[in-house]
Each structure stands twice: as structure tokens, then as C-alpha cells.
């Protein structure tokens, strides 16, 4: 081999060498032996929030409240079961409720909590009224500030959705034919506003005893045992 030769044959050994060595740096710092790399994390599930916004029917009175200094008096009875939140979103994954109820608030109450409520949700479901008969109030006025909460969760951009009253069996007969007008004009508010309207009433009145709840369904004849609650949520439909 001649001397110029030889020296090619090194120049080209330099660089092999050389390009081997940039190929390895070129590596990510501690990937040889390391396997493959792993999978990034998946995209987490987009969560429906529903509004829940309503008196001690939505609250889930009286072995639930969304204000844990409610609850703290509760004592040993406290079940997060006794709200129709718990069971929707236990049948519906993915879905969120933001339990906005308040024991005792007629529907004018009720309505100047709607923007906090709401804030930040995609549903609003629209619940009260029996504490409006309860305290002498005008059913026309009462179903007036329903229909004004619907009215203002479609124009905030919210899907809406409205629930009829229960039976009262505290109440009857003297509250019976109140209920049943109010439920008229939420049904009323509901056709005409487009929005679908839970049939609570039927889900929880007794057929032997009209215009009252199974007694199953009630724990004092003023509010839904657990079992009532579910019922409730399994007859709401979100729109």
C-alpha cells in the first residue's frame, strides 16, 4: 500500500468514527436502554356541570345540605345519598351538579342566586315553589320568577331544564290544588320556552292516595326519603 493510500484509508476512519460519534449525541440523554418511551398521558374527559338551583328539594333535605354547617348539625344521619345530585351523577359519569339549594326559599329568593350559581356551567335545572304556597304567596307569581329563570339561563347561553312540584303531604288537602296549578303553569313554561320538564309529582305520588307520596318515598311527608331522591334524578333530562 502506498503512503498516500494509507492515509486515506485513515482520513476515512477519522470520519466514520466521527459521524458515529454525532449520531450518538444526537440521542435524547439516557434513552439507550431505557425501552420505549411511554404513551402521553390521555386527555382527561370533558365534564358536563349542571346548576342545580332550587329550595330543600334540590338541597336534599333533611339527611343532606350543600352547606357543611348545615350538615354539621345533621349529626349521625347525614347521607350524601338524600339529594338527587348524588344519583344523577352517579348514572351519569362525566357529569357534574353543583347542588345550589337553600332550605325555605321561595322562587323570588331563589332567583337572585342564579348568577353565581350558574357561573361557569353548561345546565341550568330550575327547581322551587312549594315554599311560595307554603308562605301564602300568589302562584302566578311564582311561576312568573320560574319562567324569568328560564328566560335568563337561555339568554346566558345555558341549556335549561325545569322539575314540577312533589306532592305535600304536610300540606293536603289545603296545598293540593296550589301544587297542581303551579305544576300547570311550569309544564305551561316548559312548552313554550322549549325546555324539557321533569315529572316529579307522578314520580313520587301514591296511587292510593292522591295527592300525597308513597309513604316510602318521604321521610316526614315533606321532603323524599333516599329512595325518593333517586327517583327524582332518574326522571331528570338534561337537554
Known sequence: MTRSSHMRLLALAGLLALSLLLAACGDDPGSAGAGPRPDP???RRATTVVAALGDSITAGTPLWDPDPSVRAQIGPALDERSQWAYWYERDHPGTEVRNCGINGQRTDEIAQRLDGCARGA?????QGGINDIAQGRPVADAADD????????????????????????????????????LNRRIRAIGRREGVPVAPWYTALEDPAAPGRMRTDLTIEGDHPSVA??????ARVRIP
Not at 122 to 126: A, E
Open 41 to 43: 398521558p390521555a386527555e
Open 122 to 126: 353548561d345546565v341550568l335545572v330550575v
Open 146 to 181: 320560574l319562567d324569568t329563570m328560564v328566560r335568563r339561563g337561555k339568554a346566558a347561553g345555558l341549556r335549561v331544564a325545569m322539575v314540577e312540584l312533589l306532592p305535600w303531604n304536610n300540606g293536603y288537602p289545603a296545598a293540593a290544588p296550589l301544587i297542581d296549578d
Open 228 to 233: 325518593g331522591y333517586r327517583r327524582l334524578a
